[in-house]
T-cell receptor, first 117, second 109 residues
Framework: KAGVTQTPRYLIKTRGQQVTLSCSPISGHRSVSWYQQTPGQGLQFLFEYFSETQRNKGNFPGRFSGRQFSNSRSEMNVSTLELGDSALYLCASSSLSTGAGGAGELFFGEGSRLTVL | AQRVTQPEKLLSVFKGAPVELKCNYSYSGSPELFWYVQYSRQRLQLLLRHISRESIKGFTADLNKGETSFHLKKPFAQEEDSAMYYC???????????FGRGTQLTVWP
Protein backbone atom coordinates (compact mmCIF):
# COMPACT_ATOMS: atom_id res chain seq x y z
CA LYS A 1 0.00 0.00 0.00
CA ALA A 2 1.46 3.37 -0.94
CA GLY A 3 2.15 5.69 1.96
CA VAL A 4 1.09 9.26 2.50
CA THR A 5 2.49 11.47 -0.24
CA GLN A 6 3.15 15.16 0.19
CA THR A 7 4.11 17.64 -2.51
CA PRO A 8 6.16 19.66 -2.91
CA ARG A 9 8.88 18.37 -0.62
CA TYR A 10 10.75 21.66 -0.49
CA LEU A 11 9.83 25.18 -1.37
CA ILE A 12 11.10 28.68 -0.82
CA LYS A 13 8.82 31.68 -0.74
CA THR A 14 9.13 35.31 0.19
CA ARG A 15 7.13 37.24 2.74
CA GLY A 16 3.68 38.18 1.57
CA GLN A 17 3.37 35.34 -0.91
CA GLN A 18 1.00 32.44 -0.54
CA VAL A 19 1.62 28.72 -0.74
CA THR A 20 -0.43 25.60 -1.35
CA LEU A 21 0.67 22.21 -0.10
CA SER A 22 -0.83 18.92 -1.18
CA CYS A 23 -1.35 15.62 0.60
CA SER A 24 -2.51 12.28 -0.79
CA PRO A 25 -3.55 9.92 2.00
CA ILE A 26 -3.25 6.17 2.11
CA SER A 27 -5.90 4.57 -0.06
CA GLY A 28 -9.07 4.10 1.91
CA HIS A 29 -8.20 6.64 4.59
CA ARG A 30 -10.74 9.42 4.87
CA SER A 31 -9.10 11.45 7.62
CA VAL A 32 -6.30 13.88 6.86
CA SER A 33 -4.66 15.95 9.57
CA TRP A 34 -2.08 18.69 9.15
CA TYR A 35 0.68 19.60 11.58
CA GLN A 36 3.35 22.26 11.68
CA GLN A 37 6.67 20.99 13.00
CA THR A 38 9.37 23.37 14.25
CA PRO A 39 12.39 22.75 16.50
CA GLY A 40 11.08 25.08 19.18
CA GLN A 41 7.39 24.17 19.25
CA GLY A 42 7.38 20.54 18.16
CA LEU A 43 4.20 19.34 16.46
CA GLN A 44 1.44 21.91 16.33
CA PHE A 45 -1.99 20.77 15.12
CA LEU A 46 -3.43 22.80 12.27
CA PHE A 47 -6.65 21.03 11.28
CA GLU A 48 -8.27 17.74 10.43
CA TYR A 49 -10.52 16.89 7.52
CA PHE A 50 -12.75 13.85 7.29
CA SER A 51 -14.95 13.14 4.30
CA GLU A 52 -14.44 16.69 2.99
CA THR A 53 -15.50 18.29 6.29
CA GLN A 54 -13.22 20.11 8.68
CA ARG A 55 -13.58 18.29 11.99
CA ASN A 56 -11.23 20.28 14.16
CA LYS A 57 -8.94 23.28 13.97
CA GLY A 58 -5.90 24.30 15.97
CA ASN A 59 -4.89 27.75 17.19
CA PHE A 60 -3.55 29.20 13.98
CA PRO A 61 -4.58 32.45 12.30
CA GLY A 62 -7.04 32.53 9.46
CA ARG A 63 -4.16 32.77 7.00
CA PHE A 64 -3.95 29.00 7.35
CA SER A 65 -6.71 27.16 5.57
CA GLY A 66 -7.35 23.79 4.08
CA ARG A 67 -9.74 21.65 2.17
CA GLN A 68 -10.34 18.06 1.25
CA PHE A 69 -11.57 16.66 -2.00
CA SER A 70 -13.92 13.79 -2.68
CA ASN A 71 -10.97 11.44 -3.27
CA SER A 72 -9.68 12.35 0.23
CA ARG A 73 -6.71 14.28 -1.09
CA SER A 74 -6.17 17.42 0.92
CA GLU A 75 -4.56 20.78 0.39
CA MET A 76 -3.54 23.42 2.85
CA ASN A 77 -2.95 27.04 1.96
CA VAL A 78 -1.05 29.73 3.77
CA SER A 79 -1.61 33.27 2.61
CA THR A 80 0.45 36.38 3.29
CA LEU A 81 3.45 34.38 4.39
CA GLU A 82 5.50 35.51 7.37
CA LEU A 83 9.04 34.55 8.34
CA GLY A 84 7.65 32.58 11.28
CA ASP A 85 5.77 30.29 8.92
CA SER A 86 9.04 28.60 7.97
CA ALA A 87 8.57 25.01 9.12
CA LEU A 88 8.06 21.42 8.12
CA TYR A 89 4.39 20.84 7.37
CA LEU A 90 3.30 17.28 8.00
CA CYS A 91 0.22 15.57 6.76
CA ALA A 92 -1.14 12.43 8.41
CA SER A 93 -3.91 10.13 7.31
CA SER A 94 -6.04 7.77 9.32
CA SER A 95 -8.96 5.45 8.83
CA LEU A 96 -10.68 7.06 11.83
CA SER A 97 -11.49 10.68 12.50
CA THR A 98 -9.77 11.99 15.62
CA GLY A 99 -12.22 14.87 15.38
CA ALA A 100 -15.05 12.44 15.93
CA GLY A 101 -13.37 10.88 18.92
CA GLY A 102 -11.52 8.15 17.11
CA ALA A 103 -7.84 7.76 17.93
CA GLY A 104 -6.61 5.43 15.28
CA GLU A 105 -3.01 5.28 14.19
CA LEU A 106 -1.80 8.28 12.24
CA PHE A 107 0.29 7.62 9.16
CA PHE A 108 2.55 10.54 8.37
CA GLY A 109 4.00 11.80 5.14
CA GLU A 110 7.57 12.98 4.76
CA GLY A 111 6.50 16.59 4.95
CA SER A 112 6.81 19.76 2.94
CA ARG A 113 9.63 21.99 4.13
CA LEU A 114 8.71 25.63 3.67
CA THR A 115 11.28 28.37 3.92
CA VAL A 116 10.06 31.96 3.96
CA LEU A 117 12.64 34.62 3.13
CA ALA B 1 -6.89 21.59 30.01
CA GLN B 2 -5.43 18.62 28.19
CA ARG B 3 -1.70 18.62 27.86
CA VAL B 4 1.22 16.30 27.22
CA THR B 5 4.52 16.98 28.92
CA GLN B 6 7.84 15.44 28.00
CA PRO B 7 10.23 16.96 30.51
CA GLU B 8 13.45 15.95 28.75
CA LYS B 9 14.23 17.65 25.49
CA LEU B 10 17.48 15.70 25.15
CA LEU B 11 18.44 12.34 26.62
CA SER B 12 21.73 10.52 26.17
CA VAL B 13 22.65 7.01 27.27
CA PHE B 14 25.31 4.49 26.40
CA LYS B 15 24.59 1.34 24.46
CA GLY B 16 23.37 -1.42 26.73
CA ALA B 17 22.14 0.96 29.42
CA PRO B 18 18.48 1.18 30.39
CA VAL B 19 16.53 4.10 29.04
CA GLU B 20 13.31 5.75 30.17
CA LEU B 21 11.60 8.56 28.30
CA LYS B 22 9.08 10.35 30.47
CA CYS B 23 5.62 11.42 29.46
CA ASN B 24 2.94 12.95 31.66
CA TYR B 25 -0.50 13.98 30.55
CA SER B 26 -3.48 15.88 31.83
CA TYR B 27 -6.96 14.90 30.70
CA SER B 28 -10.14 14.42 32.64
CA GLY B 29 -11.54 11.75 30.34
CA SER B 30 -10.42 8.25 29.47
CA PRO B 31 -7.04 8.66 27.77
CA GLU B 32 -5.53 6.88 24.83
CA LEU B 33 -1.75 7.18 24.81
CA PHE B 34 0.73 6.66 22.02
CA TRP B 35 4.44 6.87 21.41
CA TYR B 36 5.55 8.02 17.97
CA VAL B 37 9.15 7.87 16.77
CA GLN B 38 11.04 9.72 14.07
CA TYR B 39 14.36 8.22 13.02
CA SER B 40 16.83 10.38 11.12
CA ARG B 41 15.57 11.10 7.60
CA GLN B 42 12.47 8.95 8.09
CA ARG B 43 8.88 9.87 8.57
CA LEU B 44 7.17 10.00 11.91
CA GLN B 45 5.64 6.63 12.74
CA LEU B 46 3.75 4.93 15.51
CA LEU B 47 5.94 2.98 17.91
CA LEU B 48 3.32 1.69 20.30
CA ARG B 49 -0.06 2.44 21.86
CA HIS B 50 -1.15 1.63 25.37
CA ILE B 51 -4.21 -0.38 24.40
CA SER B 52 -2.14 -2.94 22.56
CA ARG B 53 0.09 -3.58 25.59
CA GLU B 54 2.83 -5.02 23.43
CA SER B 55 6.57 -4.60 23.23
CA ILE B 56 7.91 -3.06 20.04
CA LYS B 57 11.66 -3.12 19.33
CA GLY B 58 12.15 -3.93 23.01
CA PHE B 59 10.26 -0.84 24.17
CA THR B 60 7.34 -0.99 26.58
CA ALA B 61 5.12 1.66 28.07
CA ASP B 62 2.59 1.30 30.85
CA LEU B 63 -0.26 3.70 31.38
CA ASN B 64 -0.38 4.81 35.01
CA LYS B 65 -3.63 6.66 35.48
CA GLY B 66 -2.86 7.47 39.10
CA GLU B 67 0.32 9.31 38.14
CA THR B 68 -1.06 10.32 34.72
CA SER B 69 2.08 8.99 33.11
CA PHE B 70 3.00 6.88 30.11
CA HIS B 71 6.75 6.48 30.31
CA LEU B 72 8.61 4.62 27.55
CA LYS B 73 11.20 2.12 28.71
CA LYS B 74 13.81 -0.18 27.27
CA PRO B 75 16.14 -2.27 29.42
CA PHE B 76 19.09 -2.26 27.01
CA ALA B 77 19.37 0.65 24.60
CA GLN B 78 20.82 0.16 21.13
CA GLU B 79 22.47 2.70 18.84
CA GLU B 80 19.62 2.31 16.35
CA ASP B 81 17.22 3.59 19.01
CA SER B 82 18.63 7.08 18.53
CA ALA B 83 15.67 9.14 17.33
CA MET B 84 13.11 11.76 18.30
CA TYR B 85 10.30 10.35 20.41
CA TYR B 86 6.89 11.97 20.78
CA CYS B 87 4.24 11.06 23.29
CA UNK B 88 0.67 11.66 22.13
CA UNK B 89 -2.69 11.81 23.89
CA UNK B 90 -6.06 11.01 22.40
CA UNK B 91 -9.52 10.64 23.85
CA UNK B 92 -13.16 10.49 22.87
CA UNK B 93 -13.82 14.12 23.84
CA UNK B 94 -10.60 15.64 22.56
CA UNK B 95 -11.25 15.79 18.86
CA UNK B 96 -7.59 15.45 18.01
CA UNK B 97 -4.27 14.02 19.14
CA UNK B 98 -2.13 16.15 21.43
CA PHE B 99 1.61 15.70 21.04
CA GLY B 100 4.35 16.46 23.51
CA ARG B 101 7.33 18.50 22.37
CA GLY B 102 9.44 15.41 21.92
CA THR B 103 12.59 13.92 23.42
CA GLN B 104 15.70 13.48 21.31
CA LEU B 105 17.32 10.23 22.39
CA THR B 106 20.96 9.61 21.57
CA VAL B 107 22.50 6.23 22.28
CA TRP B 108 26.30 6.34 22.31
CA PRO B 109 28.41 3.30 21.34
Amino acid sequence: KAGVTQTPRYLIKTRGQQVTLSCSPISGHRSVSWYQQTPGQGLQFLFEYFSETQRNKGNFPGRFSGRQFSNSRSEMNVSTLELGDSALYLCASSSLSTGAGGAGELFFGEGSRLTVL
Amino acid sequence: AQRVTQPEKLLSVFKGAPVELKCNYSYSGSPELFWYVQYSRQRLQLLLRHISRESIKGFTADLNKGETSFHLKKPFAQEEDSAMYYCALGGSTLGRLYFGRGTQLTVWP
